[in-house]
């Protein structure tokens, strides 16, 4: 499999009254096209930075990060599902969801067919002339994912999208997330601080320490897809949890430690 | 705002059934305490204390009243809270009717309610020939001076309208200040150099009192009692507050929202158009709200000063002539008008921002 993701040797470091604060430094990650990687580690470790290096919000100061273009030249690179109340207030859920296509100046019509293809997959077609402000918080993400999955981009982006959800809402997300991402296989980057979400969701999980924020280690997820929440049940699952969790320990420790 | 009542109603109701003697007795003492206001004695002390009777009042009525609530149905509740928002101000004004026509309040300094009423139906439908001027420009006369003078005569009689001349200053000068407000009031707020640049400067004529640059303003227009002005000073109490509020609006945006109009591939006029200007506007129009009411304040202190016609005019005018009920009859004059204008820019807001509609709308 080709290449779609590459980071070497990123570091970001912010200017502060103190002098520097290293974000990231020597974090290094190859994705592969058609993967999901889900990032875990303690707050504060720099996994959202790297998103939105990734998303091109920021920049590198430092070492390399990149998306390889794939052969489409109008194919937007990478679109972001960021947490929750990035949808527009402004404008009803199917101009939210047509947003990336309108900028792209596709006509009315067309962006709208697309965008209900979307809406419809979601389960949002009773309320597409909403707005926002009128939906929950699990239909408003709902929202933001159709968004950025209408714009089909190559890498799709995803900031903690579930983590101001409640727990059954979030649960029946990450069930609809892996039915849609098991349609499309678009290359996914998650960020999450929940380990049962990343080994339920991901083929490889990241883990990364805190300042400065780099790999620690990795761990390649073989359950079985098609998985849905019997998956979460199985010894394997378990174990891979604990593994998970084992590696983490030491760094949500340390980060606390740090802040305290 | 439908549940507050409700959770009150509970106890309340416990409270009627426990002490049921309230009610009861509370009812002959108001009756006797009319009685006992009737009187001589009641009318010399009232003088000397008659906001202590008027509190105890207010609050033997709130006590009753509340007594009724728990036995309306619950479906006439709406219509129940409505008939106390506008029976206790027409409570009031009874109020100040009886008090004034038996001499209690003195009627040079506050006439009946009834007398302002018929103050204001003369002021409508009369012309006053010395001032040359009348209350709404007898639109009654328009179809005959069409067809004797034009349009020039319907002109005419717009000219000589007291609330023609204050409202169409009111919205020139609100338009006119507004507009470029939002402009830069933009600007500012996209801009950190412009920002900076500025700041200082708009918050030092943010704090000055328009009406101060009155004078100046006098000097600067060719013609001091004309129109120019009124409507720059009305124009220029506007612009700043609205360009302050419209870069604090522009300022304020969540950040998010830039970055998901940058991630979407939103080039600079799409990120105006649908990102900063939508996310900007309910702040731009809380400025245009205040710097409307602001602007009625500086029209009518305005025609206090120096005008020959509008609703401030025909305050102070009737204020040096002592026709104390034409005074008060302008006033209500002038709530009309900011009602009215209220009521204009809301329905912009609504039209504008749809989404700001309640859900159930």
């Known amino acids: 499999m080709a290449l779609k993701i590459v980071a070497t040797a990123a570091q970001k470091r912010f200017p502060t009254r103190n002098g520097w604060m290293t974000a990231i430094e020597r974090f290094d990650l190859e994705v592969e096209e058609g993967e999901f990687v889900c990032v875990v580690g303690p707050s504060g470790c720099g996994k959202s930075t790297f998103l939105r290096i990734l998303a091109g919000l920021d920049h590198v100061t430092g070492g390399d990060v990149h998306i390889v273009p794939g052969p489409d030249p109008t194919q937007p690179l990478n679109n972001v599902v960021f947490q929750e109340y990035a949808v527009f207030p402004w404008k009803t859920v199917l101009d939210n969801v047509a947003f990336g296509l309108e900028m792209r100046g596709i006509p009315r019509a067309e962006r709208y067919r697309r965008a209900r293809r979307w809406i419809t997959k979601v389960g949002l077609t009773r309320f597409e002339d909403y707005f926002p402000s009128q939906l929950s918080g699990g239909m408003k993400q709902r929202v933001s994912i159709a968004r950025a999955l209408t714009n089909d981009p190559q890498v799709l982006l995803m900031d903690e999208p579930l983590g101001a959800l409640d727990a059954q809402t979030r649960t029946v997300l990450q069930e609809e997330l892996l039915t849609i991402w098991e349609e499309t296989r678009k290359t996914v980057v998650y960020i999450t601080h929940s380990i049962e979400e990343a080994v339920f969701l991901a083929d490889r999980v990241v883990i990364m320490t805190a300042h400065p924020g780099t790999v620690k280690s990795e761990f390649r997820v073989d359950l079985p897809r098609p998985r849905d929440l019997s998956t979460m049940a199985t010894p394997a699952f378990a174990a891979l949890t604990g593994a998970v969790w084992e590696a983490l320990r030491d760094e949500v420790t340390r980060a606390m430690a740090e802040q305290a | ?361």
């Open chain 2, 1 to 361: 705002m439908s549940t507050a009542p409700g959770d009150r109603r509970r106890p309340s109701a416990a409270r009627g059934r426990r002490g049921a003697g309230l009610p009861g007795w509370l009812v002959p003492a108001v009756v006797l305490a009319l009685i006992v206001a009737s009187s001589q004695v009641f009318f010399e002390a009232w003088q000397r204390a008659w906001l202590v009777f008027a509190g105890v009042a207010f609050v033997c009525l709130v006590l009753v009243v509340q007594e009724i609530e728990p036995r309306v149905p619950i479906r006439y509740r709406g219509l129940y809270g409505k008939v106390l928002a506008l029976g206790f101000p027409l409570l009031l004004l009874t109020m100040w009717e009886w008090l004034s026509t038996s001499g209690v309040l003195n009627a040079r300094w506050f006439p009946p309610p009834s007398q302002i009423a018929v103050a204001l139906w003369e002021l409508t439908v009369t012309y006053d020939r010395f001032n040359r001027t009348s209350l709404i420009g007898r639109p009654w006369l328009v179809p005959e001076r069409l067809a004797s003078e034009g349009w020039a005569g319907v002109a005419a009689l717009a000219r000589e309208s007291h609330v023609w001349a204050t409202l169409s200053r009111v919205a020139f000068g609100f338009v006119l200040g507004a507009t470029p407000g939002v402009v830069i009031g933009m600007v500012m707020g996209l801009n950190r150099t412009v920002r900076m640049m500025l700041d200082a400067t708009m918050s030092a004529f943010y704090v000055l009192p328009k009406i101060a640059i009155f004078p100046i303003l006098m000097l600067v227009f060719a013609n001091p009692f004309g129109e120019g002005p009124k409507i720059a000073v009305v124009a220029i109490s506007a612009f700043f507050l609205v360009a302050i509020s419209t870069m604090a609006g522009v300022q304020g945006i969540d950040k998010v929202y830039l970055e998901a109009g940058r991630n979407f591939g939103a080039n600079r006029w799409q990120m105006f158009r649908h990102v900063i200007l939508p996310a900007a506007l309910p702040i731009v129009f809380s400025g245009l709200r205040l710097a409307l009411g602001t602007a009625l304040i500086v029209i009518v202190a305005v025609e206090f000063v120096r005008a020959d016609r509008g609703v401030g005019f025909l305050i102070f005018y009737n204020w040096q002539v002592l026709v104390t009920p034409r005074m008060y009859a302008a006033l209500v004059v002038v709530m009309a008008l900011g009602v009215l204008l209220t009521t204009i820019l809301q329905w912009i807001e609504r039209r504008v921002m749809p989404w700001r509609r309640s859900p159930e709308g």
